[in-house]
C-alpha cells in the first residue's frame, strides 16, 4: 500500500466547520486562546511529522515485530528513534498541564494525534496512548508525592506507563482478579500476582516504565469492591528521582498476535514487587475507570483510523487499477480499459468506507468536545450535562466505530481483489492490526451492556436524556433539512426502543444482554445519521458563500450525506427488528442442544 496523507482536510472541517471551534473554546477558560489557524497548524504539523517518521516504519512493524529476550523486550527497528524524536518535539505532552512540562492544548488535538498516530503505524500508536492514560489516572486519583514523582516523566515521555488489569482467569470480570498488595512497614506494598495482555508492558524506548496496576488487599471485599489500584515502576526512583533498584516485576512472555505484532503485548509477574497506593482503599476500578474511558475513546478513533486508511488505500487502487469497461460505455476509451472506480460495486465499497469514516470522525470528535467541557467549563451545569453526554455516547464511539473499522478494511482488502490478499500491498494488515481494537478496553458486547444495562436503564432511567435534546435541537434549527423527516422518526423509534427495553428488562433482565448489541449499533446508525444531515447542511451553506474547502469538497459532503441515508441508514431497522424478537430466540435452547 502506498504512503498516503492523512486527510487532514476532513479533520479540520469537522473541526472548525462542523463543531466550531472557535465558538466551543471561547466558552471554556483555559482555551480561549486557541483558534482556527492554530488548530489548523497544529494538526498539519502533526501530520507532517508521523507522515515522514511513523508511515514508513509500518510494514516492517508488521514484519519483524517485537522480540524477547530473558525479560527485555526490543521493538521494531526505528521504533526507539521514532519516540525520541516524537517526545523531542514535544508531542507526547501535547494535552499535558504545563506545570509538568506539557504544552497544555486541548484535549482534542490529542485525539486528532491518536487517530494520525494509528493512521501511519497502528503498532507504534499503542505506546504512547498508553502513557497518556497513565498520566492523566495519576494526576486524577494520585497524591502530591506521587505527581511530583510521576507526572514530569510521563509527560516528556522520558517514562512510559501501562495499565495492568486482567488475569488468565478472570478475562473481563475483574471481580475475580487474585493479585495480592501486602502493605509493608514503610508504608509500600508488595504486589504479586500475573497479568496478561498488557500493552507496553515491557520495551526498549524509555528508562522506566510505570505500571497502574489493580490488586487486593489483604483484608478487601470480594468482587469489584475490594480492588485497590497501586503505582509499580519497572525502577524504583532514587533520591534524585531517576531509575534504581530494579523492581520486582518482569515481562514472562510476549504474546503471539494476528496483529499489531510492533506493539509490545506481555505477561508480566510481580513477585513481591513495590507499589504505592493510588488514591483510596477499594476504590481502585473506580479510579482506574479515569484511564480505562480514555482508553475507550482512543480505541474508537483507532477503529476510525484504520477505516480511513483503508479507504484511501482503496480509493488510490480504484483510480488506478484498470479492468472492463463500464456498463454504459467506455467511460476512458483512450486506456486499453477504464479504471475500477467506474464500476457501481466498487463505489458502493468505497463510498461505505467514505461514509463510516467521515461520520465516525465526527461522533468521536463530538464526544471529545463533550470531555474538553467538562474539564475545561466553569460552568457546573455545562459540566454535567457535558459529562453525561460523554458516559453515554463513550461506548458508542468505543464499539460502534472498531466494529465499523472492521467492515471498512474488509472492504479494502475486496476492492484491491486478489491484489488485497498479498500482504505486499497492506491491506490485509490493516484488517489484521485493526481487529483487535473491538476487543481491547472491552469488547463489543461489553460495550453494549454498559451503554443498554448501565447507562440507559440505570443511570439515565430509560430515556436518552441529553444526546435527544441535541438532536432535537439541529431539527427544530434546520426543519427545512431534506433529512430532517428522516433523522426525527428514527430518533421516535430510538426513544420508543428504549422504553419498550425498560419494561422488557423489569420483567426478564435476560432481555437486556439479548438487545444490547443491536441496541448499540442501532444507536450508533442514528447518531451518524444527525451528524450526516449536520454536515450536509454545513456543506450546503459553504458552497452558498464559496467556503475554504473548494466546490468539490462540499458537493461530496452532500453526495456522501445521500449515500448514507439511502444505503447505510437502513440497516438501523434490521437491529431494531432483531432487538424487538426478544430473548427468547437465544435463551430456549439448553446447553446440551447446541
Known amino acids: 500500500m502506498p504512503l498516503i496523507s492523512a486527510n487532514t482536510k476532513d479533520i479540520q472541517f469537522v473541526a472548525n466547520e462542523l463543531l466550531n471551534l472557535e ?4 466558552q471554556l477558560p483555559p482555551c480561549r486562546d486557541m483558534d482556527a489557524e492554530t488548530f489548523e497548524a497544529v494538526v498539519e504539523e502533526a501530520n507532517r511529522f508521523l507522515l ?12 519483524q515485530g517485537c522480540t524477547l529476550e530473558g525479560a527485555e523486550v526490543t521493538t521494531p527497528e526505528g521504533f526507539k528513534e521514532l519516540y525520541q524524536q516524537y517526545c523531542d518535539s514535544g508531542w507526547n505532552g501535547l494535552d499535558a498541564p504545563e506545570e509538568y512540562g506539557g504544552q497544555g492544548l486541548p484535549y482534542l488535538l490529542s485525539v486528532i ?45 522520558q517514562w512510559a506507563g501501562t495499565m ?8 473481563t470480570d475483574l471481580g475475580l482478579l487474585k493479585t495480592q498488595a501486602v502493605p509493608q512497614e514503610d508504608g509500600t506494598y508488595a504486589i504479586t500476582g500475573t497479568k496478561i495482555f498488557i500493552t507496553s508492558g515491557e520495551h526498549d524506548l524509555t528508562e522506566n516504565i510505570v505500571h497502574l496496576v489493580l490488586a487486593r488487599l489483604p483484608d478487601a471485599p470480594a468482587g469489584t469492591k475490594g480492588i485497590s489500584m497501586f503505582v509499580v515502576p519497572k525502577f524504583i526512583p532514587d533520591e534524585n528521582n531517576q531509575p534504581g533498584e530494579r523492581n520486582a516485576v518482569s515481562c514472562g512472555s510476549l504474546e503471539h498476535k494476528m496483529g499489531l505484532k510492533g506493539s509490545s503485548t506481555c505477561v508480566m509477574n510481580f513477585d513481591g514487587a513495590t507499589g504505592w497506593l493510588v488514591g483510596q482503599e477499594n476504590r481502585g476500578l473506580n479510579h482506574m475507570f479515569t484511564m480505562m474511558n480514555g482508553a ?20 488510490d487502487y480504484a483510480r488506478e487499477r484498470l479492468q472492463s469497461r463500464s456498463l454504459s460505455g467506455p467511460k476512458y476509451p483512450h486506456k486499453p480499459a477504464d479504471p475500477i472506480i467506474v464500476h457501481p460495486d466498487v463505489r458502493r465499497m468505497l463510498l461505505t468506507m467514505k461514509a463510516l469514516a467521515e461520520g465516525n470522525r465526527a461522533l468521536a470528535y463530538f464526544t471529545a468536545q463533550q470531555i474538553e467541557k467538562t474539564r475545561y467549563s466553569d460552568d457546573e451545569a455545562v459540566k454535567q450535562r457535558a459529562a453525561q453526554l460523554q458516559a453515554f455516547l463513550t461506548p458508542i464511539v468505543k464499539a460502534f466505530i472498531t466494529e465499523s473499522g472492521i467492515e ?7 476492492v484491491y481483489g486478489g491484489h488485497g490478499y498479498i500482504r505486499e500491498h497492506g491491506m490485509e494488515q490493516l484488517i489484521r492490526d485493526g481487529r483487535i481494537f473491538t476487543l481491547y478496553e472491552g469488547t463489543t458486547g461489553i460495550q453494549a451492556l454498559d451503554l443498554l444495562g448501565r447507562k440507559l436503564l440505570k443511570m439515565q432511567g430509560g430515556e436518552l436524556g441529553p444526546i435527544a435534546e441535541e438532536i432535537q435541537a439541529f431539527l427544530d434549527q434546520h426543519p427545512d433539512s431534506p433529512y430532517a423527516e428522516t433523522v426525527s422518526r428514527y430518533l421516535q423509534e430510538w426513544q420508543q426502543l428504549s422504553q419498550e427495553l425498560a419494561a422488557k428488562s423489569q420483567q426478564n433482565p ?21 451528524l450526516w444531515a449536520r454536515m450536509a447542511q454545513v456543506a450546503t451553506e459553504q458552497l452558498e458563500k464559496g467556503g475554504p474547502m473548494g466546490q468539490n469538497f462540499y458537493r461530496s459532503k452532500q453526495k456522501t450525506a445521500d449515500f448514507y441515508f439511502k444505503r447505510l441508514l437502513p440497516r438501523a431497522g434490521t437491529h431494531a427488528a432483531t432487538l424487538r424478537s426478544g430473548a427468547d430466540t437465544l435463551m430456549a435452547m439448553n446447553d446440551e442442544e447446541f
Open 23 to 26: 465558538d466551543h473554546y471561547q
Open 52 to 63: 515522514e517518521t511513523a508511515g514508513p516504519l509500518n510494514r516492517n512493524a508488521d514484519e
Open 113 to 157: 494525534l491518536g487517530e494520525l498516530n494509528t493512521y501511519y503505524c497502528p503498532a507504534w500508536a499503542d505506546y504512547p496512548m498508553l502513557g497518556h492514560g497513565a498520566r492523566e489516572a495519576l494526576d486524577a486519583h494520585g497524591s502530591d508525592e506521587l505527581k511530583r514523582t510521576y507526572l514530569p516523566k510521563l509527560t516528556t515521555g
Open 164 to 171: 495492568c488489569l486482567t488475569e488468565p482467569h478472570c478475562g
Open 296 to 315: 475507550r475513546i482512543n480505541t474508537g478513533v483507532q477503529g476510525l483510523a484504520v477505516s480511513q486508511a483503508a479507504y484511501q488505500g482503496a480509493l
Open 408 to 414: 471498512a478494511t474488509n472492504l479494502g482488502v475486496q
Open 510 to 530: 435476560e432481555e437486556v444482554g439479548a438487545a444490547s448489541v443491536d441496541f448499540l449499533m442501532f444507536s450508533g446508525y442514528v447518531l451518524l445519521a444527525w
